[in-house]
């Protein structure tokens, strides 16, 4: 279970949250993109391996959905100066 | 039958007159004071006013308001017409879906981290401290009403109690572990 | 020659005797004692045979190590007890392990003929023809370990989370002078350790420690900010320092047989010792062949003398300490040194203790097959010679057993030439420290000394300035040092050389695994299964690993290890379970109505998101499908009333609460009219079905949500993300209230005589009170709010009261319904009234692969929106996959055949899927079998019959229009 640094609680347990996933650009126009630019902002993601962006959602408690930098490796999550645990 | 395990007293309480808020953090301050309640400096706090109404601070945006169920109408007027005044903020009466349960004692800890994995313990969790967090499988709202011996308030949608309940005995001890689901342990006190 | 008991042992009580049997054979010991030292006292070498050749085997280790295992028959039957590790207890039966009939007589011991048929991955290459299926069950029999019991005993498990500053894994010299600084530093710390009593090795090899380890436990009695588990073993170390700690038979009064800890500790210090390892010569898995700290730690322990006539082999100055511990004993000991040249201390040490002493040698093979009797030596000058004994005790070395900081990802290994192992380099910053053995140190005052830095360190980073106090002194003479290499190549030797017992590993093995090609060490580990056993490699995989370089003329930094994971040690499934299990294993939801339905033979089903439901209503002689046909009955002829609670209910506000509806909706909401509803379906941005359900305008400010039961938590996090994520800058609030209304859902053509006997104080005809209408108002003195949505196909209204009002109002709905006939109606008549009436049910038609159009709902499509969620992905995928999955009817040939639901639809003679049954019932309005699907082209194949396939049999369906009753809607607008 992830230490995740929610903005507004402070560091929580992992399961007060909902993982949604690899953080993209909020929803485009659609008539700005073409079938295929849209298909890839609908599926495709880096997937990286190492450091990525992801957004979580802290459902039981305040609300707020935000993006965090989590290394995929090793689970070392942004750094936070008050944040002791890494 | 079990013979407790912990040295725990778990209640459930009567029905309360419970209010949830949500929205902008400029307009639940402004609607909470315009209805006059208690407003606590921080988040993840509480503030009791004179006629014992509480309010629980769980996030820049969200709020639950606690009183006794015999203010409720008066209660409901109140932020009715202080929300009404703000355009996004909102307020639901929530009192029929908040089961409420009392924790207390010097086993409360014992029962209570066997579901929580949030540090509930003292320097982490200090009397007036509420927050929302996870409890075995549910989504609760803790609230520390005492430091020596431990007491905590836990909310939970009304739906869950049973579940909860059932974790609850069984945890402390009380209960054997052998519940079938579907079967109301008890069923919740009358209004 | 035998091992025997004589005097001392730290751990045992001679003052209780236990008995206990093992294969059925009457044995004796004291408390304290471990099933291992126990019936090594009594000179019971062979207890175990090996996993694949059955060979002979004994005790080789004296805790974790070592892979003997045993089944526990009584008390409290258990599989898989390590014997090492395993406390007897007064009356307790003990039974060896896959062993027929017992482990001195196997029959499986005739495997060993045929060991050249099962080298390494044999599964691959013997046993394949004619059928590898003849052969199976016998090697699936064969490759079982230990046996479930067949008593059942459920022991008392609690699982547990727990914080800490510090958590200290190992009570050894670093593990304690570690706690102490920590302690009194005032940090909450955790100290873990798997004895009775702490003090790890200390108690084997450092005899004058007693005084410091006693001091220190008396200094921790007053500091009530260290807590210490005992018995406790961290198995697991999860990221962000979450640790798994099984604490065995906790003494704190809770009646507990394990608790299971999930502690998260803000730093860790991993002090959890070393393992010595074993040698590599012919048949070195004997009984008598154990590790020189076993030997001694029996002794020590146990007062168990393993043998008369011992010989010790070692490549270092450790086994020197057994050596002069075994001889002051009473055994006579010779030591066999690969080193020409130890030194002058130890030389010193063993003269002093009579002990003779062979550098320059190494032993070639063991003799002696059901127990140990001699070795072949090669002395310096290259001549061999036959040594007679009863006890071969090897030592290659020492392993740091740094697992558990391989285990958190935050440290790599490292070779380390002095000590001759691997080390682990923790990351700079990572909040996780090794210290003592688990370092690489083996002196008991530089453990401590390395201890109490790494604390110092830790409770640094912890924001605590702290001085540690200075080291005890501690003399332990012989330690791990000037480690000779312990790898030769495989010499043309007769035997089998092990490199790893559990798994019945030979050097030969991992020769043909490099031969095959399988060269990187993870590939070898699992071709060959080293490591993979019950001991996880503690004493063999550097042995593995020193074969493989040297095989492969590689560096064995080059190799490398194989990846460290969880469980360190064996856990009971049961105690990670905890009180996890029967109803608890997920949570279940009530409504406000479950004690009347209960009282009132309703059979409950799980529906949607954990909630408890009526199923049906059970009358004396009737089985589901009568309720349910009964039930449905009622509604379609005079009036019903089911329980609706469990729709999801979301309250929404703000200037752009129409906005947030038009754009996630397929449908124009932003216009409707407080008071007003519309049926809407909601889309994700691939263009495939969210859910669906009515959104009613409250009043000027407010709308109310409905979500599927199912789809509630998933609707809800949707609007979220779009607020939240797409829409960061509208102004819209909402809060989920699905508990707080409960809904009493009065239908059938009689419902509104019903409802008008219920006192309203507001108008419920027609006019007044529409179909997709709302009123509030009160029905005598109950507050409701009435929804006219159907899913029945019958007039319907929904009355919504807060739930404390639930339990009165329905059974104010059944005395107005009785002179109709009203019936309370379950889910299963409900499937069958909304089957017969056409309406979708999210899980049953939506699938995920049909979209709008393609369900019929074209209608409600919004012809002015250009955008909404879902609209752009769906019509590319109109485009390019013209040929869609259609909502359509069916009809089976036989009218009373029903159909599983799901059942694909395939051509006769064809194999591709054009479809499948969704839901199937017994129609109440037909009084015939219809069904709902999707099917490819559908709607231009009405009329014709397709073929649904169930377990190889075939049922012809015609193809219809997907609505079997009230198509017009007129029942439902009544």
Known sequence: MLLIPCPDCGVRPENEFQCLGEAVTSRPEPATLDDAQWAGYIHERANRRGQHVERWWHFACCGMIFALSRDTLTHAVSANAQDAWR | MTTQRYDVRIERRLMEAVFEARGPASELEAACRAAGLAWPEQTHRMARDAQGCNLLRLGAKRIVIRAPLALEQELRAALDSAFAAVPTANCALVSDMTAIFCVSGPGALDVLRQGAPLDLGLPAFPQGAATGARLWDATVIFERRAAQPHCFDILVDASYAGYVENWLRVAAGEADGDEAPGVMRAPPPAA | MSARRVAGGSAIDRSREI???????????????????????????????????????????????????????????????????????????????????????????????????????????????????????????????????????????????????????????????????????????????????????????????????????????????????????????????????????????????????????????????????????????????????????????????????????????????????????????????????????????????????????????????????????????????????????????????????????????????????????????APLRVAGAAAGVFAASDCAADGAEAARSALLALGRTVDPAPPPELADAFVAQSVAPSWPQPGKVRGKTFVDLSGDVTTADLALALREGYDSIELVKRYTTAGMGVDQGKTGNVNVIGVVAAMAGKSVDAVGVTTFRPPYAPVEFGAIAGQRRGARLYPWRHTPLTRWHLANGAVMYEAGLRWQRPGYYSKPGENWEAAAQREARAVREAVGVYDGAPLGKLLIKGPDAAALLDLVYVGDFGKLRPGRGKYGVMMSDDGLVLDDGVTFRLNDREWLLHASTGAADRVYAHLEQVLQIHRPHWRVSVIPVTSQWANVAICGPRAREALACLDPDFDISRDALPFMGMAEGRLGDIPVRVFRVSWTGEASFELNTPARHAEELWRRVMTAGAPFGIAPVGSEANHILRVEAGYISIGHEVDGTADVYDLGLGAIVSRNKTDFIGKRAMEIRRRTDPVRPELVGFLPDDPQRKIPEGAPIVPIGGTDQEGFVSACVASVALGRVVALGLLRDGRARRGQTVHAHVRGETIALRVVDPVFHDADRQRVKS
Request: proline content about 5%.
């Open chain 3, 19 to 429: 008995a206990f049997t093992f294969d059925r054979r009457p044995f004796r010991g004291y408390a304290g004692d471990t099933l291992a030292s126990a019936l090594l006292a009594q000179d019971e070498l062979l207890i175990a045979r090996s996993f694949k050749l059955h060979r002979p085997r004994g005790v080789f280790g004296a805790g974790y190590d070592d892979a003997v295992m045993v089944d526990r028959l009584a008390p409290r039957p258990a599989a898989n007890q390590l014997a090492t590790v395993t406390a007897i207890e007064d009356g307790a039966a003990y039974r060896s392990v896959s062993t027929f009939p017992d482990a001195s007589r196997d029959l499986g011991a005739l495997a060993q003929f045929f060991a050249p048929l099962l080298p390494a991955g044999f599964y691959y290459k013997t046993f394949m023809r004619p059928n590898w299926r003849l052969f199976e069950p016998f090697v699936r029999a064969a490759a079982g370990l230990g046996s479930v019991p067949q008593e059942a005993w459920r022991p008392v498990c609690e699982s547990r989370f727990g914080d800490c500053e510090l958590l200290i894994a190992g009570a050894g010299p670093a593990g304690l002078a570690a706690a102490l600084t920590a302690a009194q530093a005032g940090a909450e710390t955790i100290l873990v350790d798997d004895g009775d009593e702490p003090g790890g090795r200390l108690s084997i090899d450092c005899a004058d420690a007693t005084g410091w380890v006693n001091g220190l436990s008396q200094a921790f009695t007053s500091l009530p900010n260290l807590k210490i588990l005992r018995r406790s073993t961290v198995w697991a170390l999860h990221e962000h320092n979450l640790l798994a700690v099984l604490e065995r038979a906790p003494r704190d009064g809770a009646g507990l047989d394990f608790r299971n800890w999930k502690i998260r500790a803000r730093q860790v210090l991993v002090a959890t010792g070393a393992h010595e390892r074993g040698l590599l010569f012919a048949d070195n898995d004997r009984p008598g062949i154990m590790l020189a700290s076993a030997a001694r730690s029996h002794l020590m322990r146990h007062g168990v003398l393993c043998g008369e006539r011992i010989l010790v082999c070692t490549n270092n100055d450790s086994a020197y300490g057994a050596a002069v511990t075994l001889a002051a004993a009473g055994a006579d000991v010779a030591i066999v040194d690969t080193r020409s040249a130890p030194a002058q201390s130890c030389l010193d040490a063993a003269k002093d203790s009579g002990v003779d002493v062979l550098p320059g040698s190494r032993i070639v093979a063991a003799r002696g097959r059901r127990r140990v009797s001699g070795a072949d030596i090669m002395l310096a000058d290259g001549r061999s010679r036959r040594i007679a004994c009863d006890l071969i005790a090897v030592s290659g070395g020492w392993n740091p057993a740094y697992h558990l900081a391989s285990q958190s990802r935050r440290a790599t290994s490292v070779w380390n030439d002095e000590i001759s192992s691997f080390v682990a380099r923790c990351e700079t910053d």
